[in-house]
């Protein structure tokens, strides 16, 4: 936007006539809450969906890396079959993390229709796409998350008998998840911001619906201003979420003693039936 | 297998007649020739480890015998917890045999993660499972890898959380318990897989002083009950008290070994007598 342009946007919001700011805004979103209303749907679908497949990939991933191949641990083709879908796994990374999301959308819209006939409607390549964008991202979060357990966790699964696909199930991605959470909910509030790059497959999500207002409108200004207004609720909106969701899966800090006639009095505290948690 | 189990019917005898329905099990399972009831439980047979160019383990032959308490002292260093997580295969042996009655389990395609439930560990740094509560610590590993029902783990969990006194905290997270307190579940959830021996690689070292008691009271308590052990330890005193056997580690070979009195009292080698007087002066 160009200096005038914003020069006269300030005199426009300054302006306290009926044609003032927010008398726009508010006609807007009277006449169009519609389209808006949709575009808000398809953009928190696409940046959910994404996440969520994006986390479901990027754990998968991080199970399959840490399999062991040392060469005790198996034949020489698991050896070889292992290093090949490590290798694969690699450049899927590298490629969908090293490519812009816009051009990803054009290619796999586009690409696949021309190379096996594959018509996508554009919110189902929109989910494809950023689904596939964002496990690549989860898979080197989710490599930290794994590197971040303390391998002694590892150890003592192993210690008791439990095969690696257990020990991840049940001991270290249970740990990964809760160790991934911040970064996991910075991805979603950028997928919530960036799936605006797929309007140029002509997903209908929210930028697209304010472009499509605006042309129609002609009113770009207040129409951008709440476009940007609505991405900051959703945004904050979905910040706060993740931080309730982050402090319930840290549980509770207190536990119950639970009674019984076989416990020696000399084990329970005194002062009460409950103890303080001591890690904070 | 042996009777030694069965010495204590106050003490942990609930677990006695599973345990070695358990271990006739295994050794049908993997083919075993070991007469039932003789010969040692596991074996190590010119056991070697090096990491990298470093040699820490030189070659040592070992056994442990049903109902033996062995423990095994040596400097820091001499190689002493890396031959038990020999055992147990967390450290693969760069060469030799460990056999499990008879059985070498270094063979290709030999199920580890079987032989694991055989033989419990108990860690220095505890390592409970972060995630999940004292109970769940005790019921994971019967039902993912021994295939317990839900049920009955949960049982044995309780029985066994009961034993080491800690029953009344199967709801916290181990975050919330004391060194102490968490080393006990620990030992309760080995002991929960009903193993055949019990491996402990010096269980009191991350403790703190007051501490050490509780812990070690537990682990005298199993020793008497008859249940099998090898426990990797600094304890001094304790060693001499609970075990049937003392194997002093140096520099990757076991030097020395003997009954506890005559390992303490009268130790054949100048370097089992430094490592004792050092000790004691330590």
């Known amino acids: 936007m160009n200096t005038s342009a914003v020069a006269g946007a300030v005199a426009v919001l300054a302006a306290d006539g009926d044609d003032g700011f927010f008398i726009q805004v508010w006609d807007i979103l009277r006449e169009y809450w519609p389209w808006l209303l949709k575009g808000v749907g398809v953009t928190m679908l696409l940046a959910l969906t994404g996440t969520i497949v994006g986390i479901g990939i990027g754990l998968a991933i991080g199970a399959i890396r840490t399999i062991p191949r040392d060469a005790h641990s198996g034949g020489l083709f698991r050896r070889i079959v292992l290093t090949l879908v490590n290798a694969l796994l690699a450049i899927y990374i590298e490629v969908f993390r090293g490519t812009p999301m816009m051009v990803q959308a054009m290619v796999v819209y586009f690409g696949l229709d021309m190379a096996f006939g594959i018509s996508l409607n554009v919110l189902h390549a929109g989910l494809l796409v950023v689904s596939i964008n964002t496990g690549a991202y989860m898979a080197e979060i989710v490599r930290g998350g794994i590197q971040a357990v303390d391998p002694g966790q590892t150890e003592a699964a192993k210690a008791v008998g439990m095969s690696h696909w257990a020990t991840m199930r049940s001991v270290v991605l249970p740990q990964t998840i809760r160790n991934i959470l911040p970064a996991t909910g910075n991805e979603f509030v950028i997928n919530i911001k960036d799936t605006s790059v797929l309007m140029v497959i002509g997903t209908a999500e929210l930028y697209f619906q304010g472009k499509t207002i605006a042309g129609i409108s002609y009113e770009t200004f207040p129409v951008y201003m709440l476009i940007a207004a609505i991405y900051l609720v959703l945004t904050f909106t979905t910040t706060r979420v993740l931080r309730l969701l982050e402090r319930k899966l840290d549980g509770p800090e207190n536990f119950t003693l639970a009674t019984s006639s076989t416990t020696p009095e000399s084990i329970l505290r005194p002062g009460g039936e409950t103890l303080a948690g001591r890690s904070r | ?282």
Not at chain 2, 135 to 152: F, H, M, T
Not at chain 2, 222 to 251: K, N, P, Y
């Open chain 2, 1 to 282: 297998m042996p009777a030694g189990h069965a010495s204590d019917p106050q003490e942990l005898s609930a677990d006695t007649p599973a345990k070695m329905h358990d271990a006739e099990a295994a050794a049908g399972r993997s083919g075993s020739d070991a007469p039932a009831g003789g010969g040692p439980i596991v074996e190590t047979k010119d056991l070697r480890k090096c990491f990298g160019k470093n040699e820490i383990l030189k070659g040592i032959d070992f056994e442990v015998l049903p109902g033996e308490v062995v423990s095994v002292i040596g400097a820091s260093g001499s190689g002493k917890s890396t031959f038990l997580r020999c055992i147990n295969l967390l450290e693969w042996p760069t060469s030799g045999q460990v056999l499990y009655h008879g059985q070498n389990v270094l063979e290709a395609g030999y199920d580890v993660n079987r032989y694991r439930i055989h033989l419990g560990m108990v860690f220095q740094q505890f390592n409970l499972f972060n995630n999940l509560n004292v109970l769940q610590n005790c019921v994971i590993g019967q039902v993912r890898a021994a295939g317990v029902s839900k049920a009955e783990a949960k049982d044995r969990a309780v029985e066994y959380l009961s034993k080491v006194g800690m029953e009344p905290y199967v709801e916290a997270k181990p975050r919330q318990l004391s060194g102490g307190q968490k080393q006990r579940v620990a030992i309760a959830r080995a002991l929960s897989m009903q193993p055949e021996a019990l491996l402990f690689d010096e269980p009191t070292s991350a403790l703190d002083p007051e501490m050490v008691g509780e812990v070690l009271s537990v682990i005298g308590e199993l020793a008497e009950s008859g249940l099998t052990m090898v426990i990797v330890t600094h304890e001094m005193a304790f060693a001499r008290d609970v075990s049937d056997r003392v194997v002093f580690v140096d520099d990757g070979v076991i030097a020395e070994q003997g009954p506890p009195a005559e390992l303490f009292e009268n130790p054949q080698l100048p370097r089992t007598r430094e490592f004792l007087t050092r000790f004691h002066a330590g």
